[in-house]
């Protein structure tokens, strides 16, 4: 993280270190908002949102763009290991998870079938799928 940002010429400050460590622990993308709440004073909101967009230019932080306008954001996949999401429309919690390789592979092969009916390239995909979680149900 410190090397990825020091090439780009961007100071791992204090305020940063704790966004990337909240994010770290969070089990799912995260608003600035929530992150503010389990932050606390510890970065203002102002320089919550600073740090957020530096991460997000370094690509260290990714951001998911929800219904409502609501964005969540979270560390990147070279960080935490690619990924899909699953997201309650009820309640709005976002889930991280990973499927078996085989079905992976599965992803990728309809993700290159459908980019290339498209003439598009693919370089990534994020699966995110709209329902209810468990406790809404």
Same mark, same amino acid.
């Given at each position: 993280?410190?090397?990825?940002?020091?090439?780009?010429?961007?100071?791992?400050?204090?305020?940063?270190?704790?966004?990337?460590?909240?994010?770290?622990?969070?089990?799912?993308?995260?608003?600035?908002?929530? @992150?503010?709440?389990?932050?606390?004073?510890?970065?203002? /909101?102002?320089? +919550?949102?600073?740090? *957020? =967009?530096?991460? &997000?230019?370094?690509?260290?932080?990714?951001?998911?763009?929800?219904?409502?306008?609501?964005?969540?954001?979270?560390?990147?996949?070279?960080?935490?290991?690619?990924?899909?999401?699953?997201?309650?429309?009820?309640?709005?919690?976002?889930?991280?998870?990973?499927? @078996?390789?085989?079905?992976?592979?599965?992803?990728?092969? /309809?993700?290159? +079938?459908?980019?290339? *009916? =498209?003439?598009? &390239?693919?370089?990534?995909?994020?699966?995110?799928?709209?329902?209810?979680?468990?406790?809404?149900?």
């Amino acid at each position: 993280m410190e090397q990825r940002l020091r090439e780009r010429e961007i100071r791992y400050t204090s305020g940063r270190r704790v966004v990337v460590a909240a994010l770290a622990r969070a089990e799912g993308p995260r608003s600035a908002a929530e @992150l503010s709440t389990e932050i606390g004073a510890a970065v203002p /909101l102002s320089s +919550l949102y600073r740090s *957020l =967009a530096v991460l &997000e230019d370094a690509g260290v932080v990714v951001p998911h763009f929800g219904a409502r306008g609501l964005t969540r954001y979270e560390l990147a996949d070279w960080i935490t290991g690619h990924h899909h999401h699953l997201i309650c429309v009820a309640c709005g919690t976002v889930d991280d998870v990973e499927i @078996l390789p085989e079905y992976e592979i599965k992803v990728n092969e /309809l993700v290159d +079938l459908i980019a290339q *009916l =498209a003439g598009f &390239e693919p370089r990534a995909h994020d699966l995110e799928i709209e329902g209810r979680c468990a406790k809404c149900s």
